[in-house]
Each structure stands twice: as structure tokens, then as C-alpha cells.
């Protein structure tokens, strides 16, 4: 079970739970939080959050949406990421 908590800021605006593969932006949705998006396939940067604790499963080979730099600065795909265990996830983007 993944615990993932969306923030804006420090302002917590809540929390979901999965037990699948299911990504977080779905995850969000399904709770009332809006993160924006576009291709939600990974290709366009639209729904890019910054992963403030836990891990984020992201396809391999790395969508074009994203690159090992912006990953390292925090940046995480919320419509192809998967919480592996629990997140905390900050809707201003790391960029």
C-alpha cells in the first residue's frame, strides 16, 4: 500500500492511497486535486510535480517529458509515475 500525500507549498491538500500500479495523477484526480496535463503519456512536461520524499517509478527508457537532470533536481511525471511506497508530492514543479 503506497500513502501519497499532495501538497502546494507546505499546504497539504490531501491524501490518497493505492495498492496498484495506478499512476498519481490518477490518484489525484480521484480525490479532487487537479494537476495539470496535456499528453499523459509522459511526452509533454505538463503535469511535471516535485517529489518532495519517497520514490517514483518512471518508464525505461525515460519519456521525452523528463531527463535524468530534472530528476535529480526532484522532478517527477505524475501521469507515468508510480508511488513505490509512500510520496509526498509538491504540485509546484521543480523548474
Known amino acids: 500500500m503506497a500513502t501519497i500525500r499532495f501538497y502546494r507549498g507546505e499546504l497539504l491538500l490531501g491524501v490518497a492511497e493505492s495498492q ?4 498519481i495523477l490518477e490518484l489525484a484526480e480521484a480525490i479532487g486535486i487537479d494537476i495539470p496535463r ?3 503519456s509522459g511526452n509533454c512536461g505538463t503535469c511535471m510535480c516535485r517529489l518532495k520524499s ?3 517509478s518512471m518508464p525505461d527508457p525515460l519519456p521525452a517529458g ?3 537532470d530534472l530528476i535529480e533536481d526532484g522532478a517527477t511525471l505524475t501521469c507515468v509515475g508510480i508511488a513505490d511506497g509512500p510520496v509526498d508530492i509538491d504540485l509546484i514543479p521543480p523548474i
Do not use: L, Q, R, Y
Open 20 to 23: 496498484s500500479d495506478t499512476p
Open 38 to 40: 496535456n499528453c499523459t
Open 54 to 56: 519517497g520514490v517514483v
Open 66 to 68: 523528463i531527463d535524468e
